[in-house]
């Protein structure tokens, strides 16, 4: 506790504080640009901050951090863009939320969310990090397999209505992820040296959301009248609140651990909390259509696997999402090496750090709550206008990752396959999925066999892969007794014909 007290001494000085905030302006504000993100924030700003001090250039990557999280979900929930591929799931009920006239109860959940979240994952974090080094290296690739695998099993519980459509945008979504060279020969390249490293998720995400849903509206203008979105009251009710607190708490327990894991990421948890809240829900004929819990679950899981992710970064000095690699850049920089030691020796430096994400927090939502009301005021810029500044900085989103014009190519037969299964019905969320869990599954599997030179018993050697299967076999057997329950409840055709009389 002493420590964490003198890490606010350092982190409350004016000059921090003034980094702190530069941090989270920034976050949020590139946020929100699709397909930009933290990472290349921090990765551009990095040569800037080398005549700064350590503790207040880590501070400020920290607060863009923090802050790219919130600002992804902010276009995710107005303009069905995804600013950050954690952010997907966001998109699904929180733009429904958009259309129906309650963006600003979407953003305030979102940002509310991420505060308790954000805040518990750093409490844990504060508890954990100096301890967690033991336990995350004793994991190896056939636990991360298992999990893995579960959370591919979970997807069919969001295949949507007809599961034969489902499952066509499940393996759409697993062929894209199968595009490169990752096991040494070219899968789906098609001879384009380009397609080697396969296709960011970021321009995925990008294309079928932003394009197709920008090429939808456009085959519709002429049909439709033109219509003016309402923004909504500018506070939750206390209906919001009460059906927000428990998705808020769930969220934040799956996003965290998958945080710390050094396979683990915001995507998986995000995931995994919203079929969690749809299995939970109160509601279930709101999800699809704007169910405010499948906003605050995700939002939450987001923002606390942020958090989680310092965990490995500060305790064994490994990164797992691409803006972690480069705040480890950063702290390199500086002749400083994170590791198990790294605490010790660093301790102004590291509970400085801890004490901003506190800081961090609060002016997220200091900042953005009260933005809610005018963020969802872009709402109310007439379609042609708004989608065609989407497609400008989904461009230019896509065109960041890489540099690369081929990458707009991608973007334009990405954004005709999402305007192909918006006109077929098929559902996005499987596709994104597939394309997400689909490559993880295959190199956990590939490092596994790898380590025990192809055996299979390797699979269920650990004990918490063990964990996992018996979780998705009880999981399986109660799926296939609600489903023989639900069809004896269904009346026959001689009932049918006797309630039709």
Known sequence: MDLLLEGFATALTPTNLLFAVIGVLLGTAVGVLPGIGPAMTVALLLPVTYSVEPSSALIMFAGIYYGGMYGGSTTSILLNTPGESSSVVTALEGNKMAKKGRAAQALATA????????????VLLVILAPNIADLVVKLGAPSYFAIML?????VTAVLGTSK?????ALFLGLSIGLIGTTTGQARLTFGEAKLADGIDIVVVAVAIFAIGEALWVAAHLRRKPLDIIPVGQ????????GRSWKPWLRGTAFGFPFGALPAGGAEVPTFLSYITERRLTKHPEEFGNGAIEGVAGPEAANNASAAGTLVPLLAIGLPTTATAAVILVAIQSYGLQPG?????????LVWGLLASLFIANTLLLVINLPL???WAKLLQIPRPYLYAGILFFASLGAFSVNFDAFDLALLGVLGLLGLAMRRFGLPVLPLIIGVILGPRVENQLAEALAISQGDVSTLWSEPVAVVVYVVMALLLVGTIVAGRRAGAAAP???KKEEVSA
Do not use: C, K, Y
Request: net charge negative.
């Open 234 to 241: 500018p506070w939750m009710s206390r209906s919001d609140w």
């Open 340 to 348: 198990p030691q790294f605490l010790d020796s660093n301790p102004e």
């Open 492 to 494: 026959g055709p001689e």
């Open 164 to 168: 034969l459509r489902g499952f066509i």
């Open 372 to 374: 809610a009301p005018v």
């Open 150 to 154: 579960l959370a591919l099993f979970a």
């Open 111 to 122: 940002a509310i969310g991420s505060f308790v979240a954000g805040t518990i994952g750093t």
